[in-house]
């Protein structure tokens, strides 16, 4: 039977349905008898009437689900605005609106930490003289990236003089006088943010030569007070 009738139901409806007329005309020819095939009829019938009923239910179902999704998308836009007018009578008048709407009163979202510190400095020099500074920053969670206000210092006394902002992790100095190499180099990386600035990261610069390339290395690398 598994070979001659199809698996799915609705395939067996059809199959029945089709031959329900050779069936009847050869009951007797084909071994079984006309009341056999009446009575598979009637249940064929049936089966058809049912998926029809199914069917059209199942039509209903859809479209009340599409109206239930309908309602709440208009009752959720209605409540927003009555939300919003409500947020913004309490930013007048003070936190009771909430209390008397029963709604809670909105927490005080705590103040996002400063950046973090820049740290895990290298530096790298072209054939050109520019120096190419990179480094590391975990800054907190949950807040906009900062800027790198990168300052450089010549000599060990000397005044840091910001050359820049950078808002990726690197930052190139194409502005390093003659002779600096000579001496002490040094940079402060600070990140920054619109209403912070984190600690300085503060590293020293040393020039040389290899196989008669001038190079660059990170000497030494601190912490320093925002």
């Not at 089709?18 to 064929?44: E, Q, Y």
């Amino acid at each position: 039977m598994s070979t001659i009738v199809p698996p799915s139901a609705l395939a067996k409806v059809e199959f029945y349905e089709v031959h329900n007329a050779p069936f009847s005309a050869n009951a007797v020819a084909i071994g079984t008898t006309a009341a056999a095939v009446t009575a598979l009829n009637v249940k064929t019938v049936a089966a058809r009437t049912a998926y029809a009923t199914q069917q059209s239910l199942h039509d209903q179902a859809k479209a009340a689900t599409q109206n239930f999704k309908d309602a709440v998308v208009a009752m959720q836009q209605s409540g927003s605005e009555i939300i919003k007018s409500i947020k913004a009578k309490a930013a007048v008048s003070g936190n009771g609106i909430y209390t008397l709407a029963q709604l809670p009163v909105p927490a005080i979202p705590a103040p996002v930490p400063a950046p973090g510190l820049p740290e895990g400095f290298s530096a790298s020099l072209d054939q050109l003289g520019a120096l190419t500074l990179k480094w590391k920053c975990v800054n907190p969670p949950n807040a906009a990236g900062p800027v790198y206000e990168i300052a450089r210092q010549i000599g060990t006394t000397g005044n840091f003089i910001v050359l820049g902002l950078s808002g990726v992790k690197n930052f190139t100095d194409t502005t390093l006088p003659p002779g600096a190499g000579s001496g002490t180099v040094s940079y402060r990386v600070i990140a920054v943010r619109s209403t912070a600035r984190g600690a300085a990261g503060v590293f020293t610069v040393r020039f040389g030569t290899s196989g008669g390339v001038l190079t660059a290395s990170v000497v030494e690398g601190i912490k320093m007070a925002a």
